[in-house]
Every structure is written in structure tokens, then in C-alpha cells.
């Protein structure tokens, strides 16, 4: 077999290992990760990557809901519950000014 054919073969036998060695994992990280993923589903309904993806995205993420129809990223409860308590005193400042002006006039 000449040199040029022997390095190509070598080549694209040593890249297809390089490249698909990422796709599957030594088995005992593949166990460790499925008992992370079981522990924080037990513990707080979510994935470790949902955990990860909450973290970058800064709101609740879990994959799950993308399979309801539902969006994946949604606001945390309490900056609802933040957002719905600072509306009511916009509503209440608004309502106190208008009274004010009314009775200056």
C-alpha cells in the first residue's frame, strides 16, 4: 500500500475516534451523572443542566416544560410576586397624586 493511501486511512481512523469518543462517556461518569440528575430531580423537580441553564438564563428553566407546549424559561415566583406588589403601589402613588392635584386646584 503506497505512503499517501496509509496516512489518509490512519488520519480518518484517528479523527472518527477523536470526534465520536465525546458521544459516549466512561460508563462510571455516565453512573455518576445519572445519580446527580436523580438526586436534584428529588430534591428540586429539576435536572442538573436545567439547574445550569437556570443559572445562565437567571430565571426558573426546566426542560420539561418544552414537551407541555409551555416556555422553558419562566420568571421565579417571587419576581412575580415582586413585580405584582410594585404595580399595586404605582397604582396607589398614581391614585394619592391625582387626589393631590385635584385638591390644589
Known amino acids: 500500500m503506497p505512503l499517501y ?19 459516549a462517556a466512561p460508563p ?9 440528575d436523580g ?12 439547574h445550569g441553564l437556570s ?15 409551555e416556555d422553558i424559561c419562566q420568571k421565579e415566583p417571587e419576581e412575580i410576586e415582586e413585580i405584582e406588589e410594585l404595580e399595586v403601589v404605582i397604582d396607589k402613588a398614581s391614585i394619592d397624586s391625582g387626589k393631590q392635584s385635584a385638591l390644589t386646584e
Open 5 to 23: 493511501p496509509r496516512l489518509r486511512l490512519y488520519t480518518t481512523i484517528g479523527l472518527s475516534t477523536l470526534f465520536l469518543s465525546g458521544c
Open 55 to 69: 443559572l445562565v438564563a437567571q430565571e426558573d428553566c426546566k426542560m420539561l416544560r418544552g414537551l407541555k407546549g
Open 28 to 36: 462510571a461518569f455516565q453512573v455518576i451523572s445519572l445519580a446527580l
Open 39 to 50: 438526586i436534584s430531580y428529588l430534591t428540586t423537580d429539576k435536572s442538573v443542566a436545567d
